[in-house]
């Protein structure tokens, strides 16, 4: 395992140099911030995203981390909780060799076209191949983002709402 945000898969770790949301590169403001009295997948602490509606054609946020050689890894794994969203129905995710600035806003897949390989109470845990992200470096990755949150399966209709992610690493 290389963890991305775990506390329990720590033998290997990208460390993050920062968070980014979509508000700072042109689109809907997003915030994003640790949680640890919500919801939590595993240890002690989870990533809370609060998305808005509307406005722009975008919005999202995600961790930024020193560029990485992940080219020894096959899976991107984590937990996710949408509960708190009424309507969600799917969210791009994506993984990037530059988010922002630059890297390619076509390099993501839809949540939908996974399903989840365990669920435990609210959260449910994917395994998505890195071969189906088919712009990225291997050898520069240096963000992963979650974006435009919505009520159909792959369309961006923007909802508003807050999710949790946990337990995001890489599985070689």
Partial sequence: YLGILSETHVDQTLTPSGTFDSGTIGGNPTSIDTAS?????????????????????????????????????????FAIDTSAVADFADIQIQVQPSIPPGGSNHNFVWLSG???????????????????????TLTGL??????????SPGESTLIPGVIYLDDIVLIK
């Avoid at 240096?142 to 009520?151: C, D, H, V």
């Fill in 114 to 136: 996974y399903s989840p390989v365990r669920i435990d109470g609210n959260w449910s845990v994917y395994e998505i191949p890195i071969a189906d992200f088919p712009d990225l």
């Fill in 37 to 77: 009295t919500v919801s939590v997948f595993e240890g002690m602490q989870s990533v809370e995203i609060q998305y808005v509606g509307g406005g722009s054609n975008y919005t999202g946020a995600g961790i930024n981390f020193t560029a990485s050689d992940i080219s020894a890894f096959s899976t991107l794994s």
């Fill in 142 to 151: 240096t963000a992963i983002g979650f974006f435009n949150m919505s009520s």
